[in-house]
């Protein structure tokens, strides 16, 4: 894999996709309809998919590659592939919240290894480079010339006085159980893969997910993560979250930065 064409694509496939959503969040009124599991997609979801997936189809035509909206990908495994989810966190931008995210990523040997996710309602944009770090972009993102980017890093936390992030949508009382496990300074709420975001950028120090994600809705989140120096485990032994499961769902998992003390379930 070419990680510094890799790198480029994947970045301006996020700012392509980002203009299609944005010009359908922007109209008064969208269709949302219901997929078999009752989640659910809008017009923004699909075509956000279809310029993502032809872009990364021409570029990278034998890496497999698995979106959240083509369910023909799902039966399909591989050491190395690609994971797309066009429009994390739908209801966030069905109800106009801006919690919404473009995700794409690579995954080589069941870790993400590379990734990039683009709020475009709030215009952040974070991603790894070439060599495996992260950064986030500032500036006018556009689509041809990379601005202003800063590396972002994982804080170092105070167990006494932690920051945490969890669910806007999903936020539950077992999510609120585990986190009375912690001496909490502060906790936000956040929509979509901006939760490990935020935690590579040292804006929280724990993200626990007590809930049903699939892998393209973590994939890019964690790679960013892991590019500034983060961690994502399972919730129930805290072993590593590993990627290419059968029917890409994730168990429970717990993102943090490696000074957390991490509480049993």
Not at 82 to 107: H, Y
Not at 129 to 145: F, I, R
Not at 149 to 178: F, G
């Amino acid at each position: 894999m070419d990680y510094t064409e890799l790198t480029t694509v994947m970045r301006r496939l996020a700012l392509e996709a980002g203009d299609a959503i944005m010009q359908i969040y922007g109209q008064d009124d969208f269709d949302v309809k219901s997929k078999s599991d009752d989640s659910p997609v809008t017009a923004a979801d699909e075509a956000a998919d279809a310029l993502i997936s032809a872009g990364l189809r021409a570029t990278f035509p034998d890496v497999l590659l698995v979106t959240e909206e083509q369910a023909t990908s799902h039966g399909k495994s591989a050491a190395t592939f690609l994971i797309v989810d066009p429009l994390d966190g739908t209801k966030e931008f069905i109800n106009r919240r801006g919690d919404f995210t473009v995700n794409i990523a690579l995954v080589e040997n069941g870790t993400p290894t590379r990734g990039v996710v683009f709020a475009p309602a709030k215009g952040r944009m974070f991603y790894t480079q070439a060599d495996g770090s992260t950064v986030e972009e500032t500036g006018p993102l556009d689509k041809e010339s990379v601005g202003k980017v800063t590396q972002i890093n994982v804080s170092s936390p105070d167990n006494d006085a932690l920051m945490v992030v969890a669910s806007k949508s999903h936020r539950d009382q077992a999510t609120e159980d585990y986190i009375a496990k912690y001496a909490v300074k502060d906790s936000r709420s956040a929509g979509s893969s901006l939760k490990f975001c935020l935690v590579a950028t040292g804006e929280a120090d724990i993200y626990p997910r007590v809930g049903r994600t699939m892998e393209w809705d973590t994939a890019a989140g964690h790679a960013v993560l892991a590019g500034a120096g983060g961690r994502v485990v399972r919730w129930d032994d805290h072993s590593p979250l590993v990627y290419g499961k059968a029917g890409y769902e994730n168990p429970f998992f717990i993102a943090y930065a490696p000074g957390v003390t991490l509480k049993k379930a």
